[in-house]
């Protein structure tokens, strides 16, 4: 009796095997992956090779990880595929995954100059989506450091570097190495071809990182080329978060009515994206911008809306965050009890998440200053205050620390402390002619 030879299963029928183990059928794997169910059937009849993004989705489809579907496939797609398979893992936040193809690539024969430096960002971004920035920045800054010193001439490759190189620094809360990034990332962009995606990304991060350096009014024009460019592309996610990020901009500068037209178009992207979490951004930002000055007690309903949002999907920064600004609600409509216990609620979250070192509970010692200096506590309040000043001054959130330390002044002088109020208001000034030399050399 002849038995058939054992062949090894190819990649269109591991497809339909996967797919029919889950009883799916073609037109809905299709659907999901966003092609005509024609497609699917040539995959599964190994008469078309799908591509790297198609590969991530159908995997995703069946929940199993890339390398059980493809079983060393991709080791006989092209090198350019292969790289593209990283990129298309790492745009769906699968790093773990991404790593592993990297190091497979790292000692292929035929890779050029610029491959390896394309694999070593990609490795850097398996580190930073993982949370591991320092790791991150290791592997970038020596590479950034060995181009720039040899005058590398691919500027477009420098800017992505750098741009690498100021997002890891921005989720350090190391705000002023960002933004030197970012600038230098910028600086690069008028020898690009045109202003393209990654022109106008990092156009968007420079303006997100002068906002938050208090330099408001100087984001905006940062803002507008990126959202011009976001427009024409339809890249309806960057346009949103930009939008939301040049309202916050506008609020600053007590441009309210500009703020509020941001926020509804913010809005208005998310609601069409269907972004849950960014929909409560905007509502946040809205209700402490705009809604509190008029109708308080809507703006409470909306961040406590918020604050449950943040509770159920266990974010602790974004949960500490939206409480800081209840409390700040509270105390602007003098309930001093109700601003007193969420404070307390806050404290608690600070210790028990490790949130010292950040921009909210920088922000929740300034409200706290702010409500013993209110109750005639004047000492616990420039103790509240020097602590948000400080933490501000480490992230060099120099606009921030201006005002956490004016409630300190305000509360030396109610103590009679002259001495140390001048002290504190001559630091001001000096932060304050920081801000005026920096904006004046941008």
């Given amino acids: ?11 269109g029928e591991r497809v339909k095997r996967f797919r029919t183990e889950r009883e799916m059928s073609q037109a809905y794997l299709a659907e999901i ?19 790297p993004e198609m590969i991530t989705k159908m995997a995703s489809a069946f929940k199993i990880p890339v390398y059980e579907l493809l079983q060393e496939e991709d080791k006989r797609m092209e090198l350019v595929s292969r790289i593209r398979l990283i990129e298309a893992l790492l745009e769906r936040n699968q790093p773990e995954e991404a790593e592993l193809f990297v190091k497979e690539l790292m000692d292929h024969p035929d890779l050029t100059e610029k491959d390896r430096i394309s694999l070593a960002v990609h490795l850097s971004e398996c580190r930073y989506q993982q949370a591991r920035y320092d790791e991150a920045l290791s592997i970038l800054q020596p590479l950034v450091e060995r181009l720039e010193n040899a005058n590398y001439h691919d ?30 990332a910028f600086d690069l962009t008028p020898r690009f071809e045109t202003f393209d995606f990654l022109a106008a990304k990092i ?12 330099m408001f009014k100087t984001s905006i024009p940062f803002f507008e080329r990126a959202i011009g460019l976001f427009k024409d592309r339809q ?3 960057q346009l949103g ?19 509020s037209q941001a926020f509804e178009s913010a809005k208005s992207v998310f609601q069409m994206m269907n972004l849950k979490k960014w929909i409560v951004e905007v509502q946040i930002s809205y209700a402490t911008a705009i809604t509190a000055l008029n109708d308080p007690l809507r703006a409470l309903q909306e961040l406590k809306e918020a604050e449950t949002y943040f509770d159920e999907i266990a ?8 409480t800081v600004k209840m409390a700040r609600v509270y105390l602007s409509t003098e309930n001093f009890v109700e601003c007193w216990n969420v404070l307390i609620a806050v404290n608690e979250l600070i210790v028990m998440h490790d949130l010292i070192e950040t921009p909210e509970a920088a922000d929740f010692y300034s409200v706290k200053a702010s409500y013993h200096n209110s109750q005639g506590e ?6 509240a205050a020097l602590i948000s000043s400080s933490i501000f001054g480490k992230m060099d959130l120099i606009r921030d620390q201006i005002d956490s330390l004016k409630i300190a002044v305000d509360s030396y002088h109610e103590l009679g402390n002259l001495e140390n109020a001048f002290k504190l208001e001559r630091q001001r000034n000096e932060l304050l002619e920081s801000i005026s030399q920096e904006v004046s050399i941008l």
């Fill in 155 to 184: 500027a477009h490759m420098l800017a992505w570097l750098r741009n690498k190189l100021g997002s890891n620094f921005f989720k350090k809360n190391d705000f002023t190495s960002a933004y030197y990034n970012y600038q230098k």
């Fill in 241 to 259: 978060q930009c939008l939301l990020e040049q309202g916050l901009s506008y609020k600053a500068g007590k441009n309210y009515d500009l703020a």
């Fill in 378 to 383: 004047h000492q616990q309040s420039i103790d």
């Fill in 235 to 237: 890249d309806l996610w």
């Fill in 1 to 11: 009796m002849n038995l058939p030879l054992h062949t090894k299963e190819t990649l």
């Fill in 315 to 322: 974010d602790y920064a974004g949960l500490t965050y939206t």
């Fill in 33 to 51: 992956c966003k092609v005509t169910d024609g497609w699917i059937s040539k995959i599964e009849n190994d008469k078309y090779a799908p591509s």
């Fill in 203 to 214: 156009s968007y991060n420079v303006g997100m990182t002068l906002r938050r350096k208090g």
